[in-house]
C-alpha cells in the first residue's frame, strides 16, 4: 500500500487498503480472545487509520499535492508500527509472556 502510494497507482493503493482492513477485521473478530487491551486498542486505530487513508485516497487524485502524499505515507507508517506492537503483545500471550 505505501509503495503505491509513493508511486502514484492510487487504483491499486485502494484495493490494498480494503484488503488490509478486510484482514484486520477478520484478525480482530478471530483472535479477540488473545488480544490484550492495549493491543485491542491499537487494532481499532489502525483500523480507524486504514478506513480513513480509504476514503482519502479515493478522492480525485489530482488534488492531492505532494504535502497530503507525504502525510499519507505517514499515515501508512503509523499503521503499520500500531499492528506490528499489536502482533507483538498478542504474540506474547500465546507463548505465555503476556499480562492480562
Known amino acids: 500500500m505505501k509503495r503505491e502510494i509513493q508511486d502514484g497507482q492510487w487504483r491499486t493503493a485502494r484495493l490494498r487498503c480494503d484488503d488490509l482492513a478486510h484482514?484486520?477485521?477478520?484478525?480482530k473478530q478471530r483472535w479477540k480472545n488473545l488480544t490484550p487491551p492495549d493491543a485491542s486498542a491499537q487494532i481499532e486505530s489502525a483500523l480507524a487509520k486504514v478506513n480513513t487513508l480509504a476514503r482519502a485516497i479515493?478522492?480525485?487524485?489530482?488534488?492531492?499535492?505532494?504535502?497530503?502524499?507525504s502525510k499519507l505515507l505517514?499515515?501508512?507508517h503509523d499503521i503499520f508500527i500500531r499492528l506490528a506492537d499489536a502482533a507483538g503483545r498478542m504474540q506474547q500471550v500465546v507463548e505465555g509472556r503476556g499480562h492480562d
Not at 58 to 69: A, F, N, V
Open 58 to 69: 479515493s478522492t480525485d487524485q489530482r488534488e492531492l499535492s505532494e504535502e497530503m502524499r
Open 74 to 76: 505517514g499515515v501508512c
Open 23 to 27: 484482514g484486520i477485521s477478520f484478525g
